[in-house]
């Protein structure tokens, strides 16, 4: 095999190198941000819940303003809307496609008020005593909310948490041996210069020395490949879905993370993988050499 020949192969499994590093580490980074996010994306989804506080039909406006007041200023409240009986049906009519009112010849809708909770009254527990302190209150004649996805809610954020992390070492430990395999093929082409500089009484390290700077390099253009990427999807995902306040300027030091741990694990993985690798062949004999 030519020298020429032996270059170029080396190079396209940099190459290959980099591509996966990059992968690995979009991979990663969206992962982090899911756990590093997590408090905010699971507020944003329980406090989406809403309690609606049915009114009487008769209820005057003074006591209705007094009512949302009250409930106002009350810790648990995040925020109130008023729907008069007018903009109930008319909500209704456009939802059912038909002017509902004029075939009843009355509206038969009540005014209410919807709350949305702070999220850490989101939970079952707190939304049954909220709803016993606002049916205590002789100006609301019905208390309505959805019980089941409240609790299926909370279940499944905890459940998807758990999931998130555990998938997250699963794939931090695949990536590492596929890099690793990865490498040791790069390096499989240079087996015999390894023995010879060995033979010559070259040191491991200085052996090693190329090689791992090689890495370390791979490893560094691969982290910011991942950077460039994971960036342009989080400020995708952000424009989409703003409530979810993945970008504020209050965050610039989760980014900062990010950015340090991708950088991090782009160059622990490649110097691991690539000390690790050039080791293994400085151990094998040189009939193991040929062998392989």
């Given at each position: 095999?030519?020298?020429?020949?032996?270059?170029?192969?080396?190079?396209?499994?940099?190459?290959?190198?980099?591509?996966s590093?990059?992968?690995?580490?979009?991979?990663?980074?969206l992962?982090?941000?899911l756990?590093?996010?997590?408090k905010?994306?699971?507020?944003?989804?329980?406090?989406?819940?809403?309690?609606?506080?049915?009114?009487?039909?008769?209820?005057?406006?003074?006591?209705?303003?007094?009512?949302?007041?009250s409930?106002?200023?009350?810790?648990?409240?995040?925020?109130?809307?008023?729907?008069s009986?007018?903009?109930?049906?008319?909500n209704?009519?456009?939802?059912?496609?038909?002017?509902?009112?004029q075939t009843?010849?009355?509206?038969?809708?009540q005014?209410?008020?919807?709350?949305?909770?702070?999220?850490?009254y989101?939970?079952?527990?707190?939304?049954?005593?909220?709803?016993?302190?606002?049916?205590?209150?002789?100006?609301?004649?019905?208390?309505?909310?959805?019980?089941?996805?409240?609790?299926?809610l909370?279940?499944?954020?905890?459940?998807?948490?758990?999931?998130?992390?555990?998938?997250?070492?699963?794939?931090?430990?695949?990536?590492?041996?596929?890099?690793?395999?990865t490498?040791?093929?790069?390096?499989?082409?240079?087996?015999?210069?390894?023995?010879?500089?060995?033979?010559v009484?070259?040191?491991?390290?200085?052996?090693?020395?190329?090689?791992?700077?090689?890495?370390?390099r791979?490893?560094?253009?691969?982290?910011?490949?991942?950077?460039?990427?994971?960036?342009?999807?989080i400020?995708?995902?952000?424009?989409?879905?703003?409530?979810?306040k993945?970008?504020?300027?209050?965050?610039v030091?989760?980014?900062?993370?990010?950015?340090?741990?991708?950088?991090?694990?782009?160059?622990?993985i490649?110097?691991?993988s690539?000390?690790?690798?050039?080791?293994r062949?400085?151990?094998?004999?040189?009939?193991?050499?040929?062998?392989?």
């Amino acid at each position: 095999m030519s020298e020429t020949t032996v270059r170029r192969r080396f190079q396209t499994s940099s190459v290959t190198i980099v591509i996966s590093i990059t992968l690995v580490l979009v991979m990663l980074g969206l992962l982090s941000v899911l756990l590093l996010k997590a408090k905010t994306v699971s507020d944003y989804f329980k406090e989406s819940i809403a309690i609606t506080v049915f009114l009487d039909e008769n209820a005057k406006d003074a006591d209705v303003i007094a009512l949302q007041k009250s409930i106002d200023a009350e810790p648990w409240r995040r925020n109130t809307v008023y729907i008069s009986k007018d903009e109930a049906a008319k909500n209704l009519k456009t939802e059912l496609g038909e002017d509902f009112v004029q075939t009843l010849g009355f509206n038969p809708l009540q005014p209410s008020i919807e709350i949305s909770l702070r999220a850490e009254y989101a939970n079952n527990d707190s939304i049954r005593w909220i709803e016993q302190d606002l049916r205590d209150d002789a100006r609301i004649k019905d208390v309505v909310y959805q019980k089941d996805m409240i609790g299926a809610l909370n279940e499944n954020l905890t459940t998807v948490s758990l999931v998130i992390l555990v998938f997250s070492g699963a794939l931090l430990f695949i990536a590492v041996a596929l890099i690793f395999n990865t490498i040791r093929l790069a390096i499989y082409s240079q087996r015999f210069l390894i023995r010879t500089m060995d033979l010559v009484g070259a040191t491991k390290s200085f052996i090693r020395r190329p090689f791992v700077w090689k890495g370390i390099r791979n490893g560094l253009i691969g982290a910011v490949l991942a950077i460039v990427i994971t960036t342009g999807i989080i400020l995708a995902i952000d424009n989409s879905f703003r409530e979810l306040k993945l970008i504020q300027v209050a965050d610039v030091q989760t980014l900062a993370v990010l950015c340090a741990l991708q950088i991090i694990l782009g160059i622990l993985i490649t110097w691991f993988s690539t000390s690790l690798a050039v080791r293994r062949f400085l151990r094998q004999s040189t009939d193991a050499l040929y062998a392989n």
